[in-house]
């Protein structure tokens, strides 16, 4: 059963600070990996989709990586701003039109 | 991006009533769509299945009878919950993948309040 784990559950930076979100997965078999982010009482918004033969997608300050041998992806945040404050999930989808599994997610805090 | 419109995004209902959520794939068709539910500060939680012109796969501990789907057309899927109760009270959000990359796309959250 594939498992989604997201680390740390919560962040903390100031203002300009870069930061690496990390996710990884135990099944390393998987179609494609995606990047949500949620803001408190919304619903989830795209921001990265990388298809399992990517290594990578950027999205203006966004990079989000993909291993699929080892089983991790990082979402990279450069230069972040207090907007970017809000939940952070990543998901695995197993075959293109099942069901996302997702990780508990990471609550980023960016200190003005 | 595709766009997912969901719809009421804030309902509050009686004790026994029923109440429609409704979820549209505006720019795209969309033969299977799914219902999650999420509880304050956790992750969603899959409740169901949406399969256009057939029944919907519920996820093991969901009452098919009490959340009732139905996938009409290839951009409308709703979800009822039928004869609420106070601990139905909770966040619904839906999705639908975009056919062929599967790029998954969410509503805007349906709050859901049973007094």
């Known amino acids: 059963k594939q498992e989604v784990t997201q680390i740390p559950a919560a962040l903390s930076v100031p203002e300009g600070e870069n930061l690496v979100l990390n996710c990884s997965f135990t099944?390393?078999?998987?179609?494609?990996l995606q990047w949500f982010r949620q803001d408190p009482g919304k619903g989830l918004t795209s921001l990265l989709l990388?298809?399992?033969?990517?290594r990578e997608q950027t999205s203006g300050r966004l990079n989000a990586s993909l291993d699929k041998s080892s089983g991790r992806s990082t979402l990279y945040i450069a230069a972040s701003q207090p907007g970017d404050s809000a939940t952070y999930l990543c998901a695995v989808d197993l075959s293109g039109n099942t069901p996302l599994v997702f990780g508990k997610g990471t609550r980023l805090s960016v200190i003005a | 991006g595709a766009v997912v419109s969901q719809h009421p995004s804030r309902v509050i209902c009686k004790s026994g009533t029923s109440v429609k959520i409704e979820c549209r794939s505006l720019?795209?068709?969309?033969?299977?769509m799914f219902w999650y539910r999420q509880f304050p500060k956790k992750s969603l939680m899959l409740m169901a299945t949406?399969?256009?012109?057939?029944?919907?796969?519920?996820e093991q501990g969901v009452e098919k009878d009490k959340f009732l789907i139905n996938h009409a057309s290839l951009t409308l899927s709703t979800l009822t919950v039928t004869s609420a109760h106070p601990e139905d009270s909770s966040f619904y959000i839906c999705?639908?993948?975009?056919?062929?990359?599967?790029?998954?796309?969410f509503g805007q959250g349906t709050r859901l309040t049973v007094v």
């Open positions: 720019d795209f068709q969309a033969t299977t």
């Open positions: 099944d390393s078999a998987i179609y494609n």
């Open positions: 990388i298809q399992s033969s990517q």
């Open positions: 949406s399969n256009e012109g057939s029944k919907a796969t519920y």
């Open positions: 999705s639908a993948r975009l056919p062929g990359q599967g790029e998954a796309f």
